[in-house]
């Protein structure tokens, strides 16, 4: 019924681009923050970004700031990824979700979260 579906992944050379983009459906996705999140097989889950639901806030790890712009077109309910200047390190799978949180401290964490989509392979090669 209330389901996040990422798309937008695929196979890409290094120091290309991605749009990765969350479309929600069953609920309204404008009043909810969206993180994303990435994950390599066998290694921890890792929080990417945020924006808020408040005032639209953005969040970004250390590790993609500058490369990475997350924002939202509440008119298609969709939150999207913006992905620049791609290293094989960003290799993942990449996840949405959607939380009632303001961000702030807090963001990164996966268990303020309330629905995840999921995912869609990223893959980059040098």
């Known amino acids: 019924q209330q389901q996040l579906v990422e798309s937008g992944g695929g196979s890409v050379q290094a120091g290309g681009s991605l749009r990765l983009s969350c479309t929600a459906s069953g609920f309204t996705l404008g009043y909810y923050s969206v993180g994303w999140f990435r994950q390599v097989p066998g290694k921890e889950r890792a929080a990417v970004s945020c924006?808020?639901?408040?005032?639209?806030?953005?969040y970004y790890a250390d590790s993609v700031k500058g490369r990475f712009t997350t924002s939202r077109d509440n008119a298609k309910n969709t939150v999207y990824l913006q992905i620049d200047s791609l290293k094989p390190e960003d290799t993942a799978v990449y996840y949405c979700?959607?939380?009632?949180?303001?961000?702030?401290?807090?963001?990164?964490?996966?268990?303020?979260?309330?629905?995840w989509g999921q995912g869609t392979q990223v893959t980059v090669s040098s």
């Open positions: 979700a959607a939380g009632n949180h303001r961000g702030g401290p807090s963001w990164d964490r996966s268990r303020i979260y309330d629905f």
């Open positions: 924006i808020s639901h408040r005032d639209d806030t953005t």
